[in-house]
């Protein structure tokens, strides 16, 4: 065959013409032709599907790279946010704890015991995981609010009554807030109920309250316990590991801080009382239930408060009486002597604002001085009802209501009264010590006064005068701002306790006191 012709080639009877090697390397013809001709399409489709998905993804990528950015800045946003929100809300500084959260929880809950129980669960679990409310930075560290009680400097004069934390539940988040002294309590030797409810009333237009709780109590137990696993905590913590001697250690001073507030420069007060079935008129029964609290909590209170001024315990003022009051406070002085612990507590005794007779105070200075107790708390609520705020203001229908309801009334229209009756007792008890110093009872005054300086033995002076310690007060009832603190630091008192006023005005009301405290130069 001649080259280049074309030849004819037959497939299973089918003619296919093909082109000779000379026409091509390879041959092309028919069915496999064909099939090379669909694979090159093929392959410009897939390499033309492949230019364009490359085109597609150099779209997509700035547009996922957006997407990214986007998620980040709004992540970054979210983080910011919820970290400046902590911060805020978490300050004691932050307007919104007195103008929102405090009028929410009033609108939310229109009893106010049901309030006062939502606070302190809150406190109490926001606590636990570092959520709660706190001051922030040093701000007491300029020292200018300094005070020296009981031979500790405090690094305010500023407390916190009993009543905001009845069974002890929350000390350390009360002391977060700012307070030099939290006062816990009161409690009774066993459990009681209190009275029925309602028993706690606002006075919204007076920021005032009236309650009959009834010295409502877990018992002195219950209250032993939650303060021993404190200490036990605060042990294990710091290094003293988990066991009863390292419990004892702490409490005896090696952590260096007070063994009942266990914070440097603050100090915590266990507030005592009798059960209400106790018969007033049986002394000796009344002694023993404040000495079952004392036995139960001396050693985990820098302060033991002795209460015999609840106006809502049937008789129990009647004890402020000179003579039961002596025997009474006697026995309490006795049993903190006694606790296993290397410094003893300080005892107190709170006192009624109603109980203000030349004749009545002056059988409680007496009584001061001839139990050896080492200090006043002037005073508690009262079963009088004051004139509204301002001069001549006429309260709404049902706040005139709620005067007439039984129980203890707390709030601002109660200062001058405190603060008067402050200057009474520290008249009164500086001039018994006076006319004390010059007797030849002085020597045995002092032995069952005097403490020695924290973390040291007590041990009075063996030879020479004996020089009284001063009483201390602290002074309760009405103050709401840092002129009303300074006044009643200046007509004598150690501390200005408060209660309703952080009731109605939050847990900034104490930063605030101590910030007015420094402006007005105290």
Known sequence: MATGSVRRITFSGIPRICQSPRQSPIPRCGRFAKRQSVRYASDVAAAGGKATAATETAKEAPKKAGRGLRRTVL???????????????????????????????????????????????????????????????????????????????????????????????????LFAIGPAIVEVGGTTPLPQ????????????????????????????????????KRVQDYAYANGFGLHELAEKRVLDGEAGVPPGSLQAGKLLAVQVAKNKATPDNDIEAVKRDYVYCVDRLAKYADILVVNVSSPNTPGLRDLQASAPLTAILKAVVGAAKSVDRRTKPYVMVKVSPDEDSEQQVSGICDAVWDSGVDGVIVGNTTNRRPDPLPKGYTLPSKERATLKETGGYSGPQLFDRTVALVARYRTMLDDARNASENTGTAKELAATTTHAEPGLENVPPAEGPSILPRKVIFASGGITNGKQARDVLNAGASVAMMYTGVVYSGIGTVTRVKRELREEGR
């Open 75 to 173: 992540g970054t946003s979210l983080v910011l946010t919820l970290l400046v929100g902590y911060v805020y809300g978490t300050d004691t500084r932050a307007s919104i704890h007195r103008y929102g959260v405090v009028p929410l929880i009033r609108a939310l809950y229109p009893d106010a015991e049901d309030a006062h129980h939502l606070g302190v669960d809150a406190l109490k679990t926001l606590y636990k995981y570092g959520l709660h409310p706190r001051e922030r930075g040093d701000q007491d560290g300029g020292g200018s609010l300094a005070t020296e009680v009981f031979g500790y400097t405090l690094s305010n004069p500023i407390g916190i009554s009993g009543g905001l934390d009845k069974h002890a539940e929350i000390p350390d988040p």
């Open 193 to 228: 109920d209190g009275n029925p409810r309602p028993r706690v009333f606002r006075l919204p237009s007076q920021k005032a309250m009236i309650n009959r709780y009834g010295l409502n109590s877990k018992g002195a137990d219950h209250m032993a316990a939650i303060l021993e």
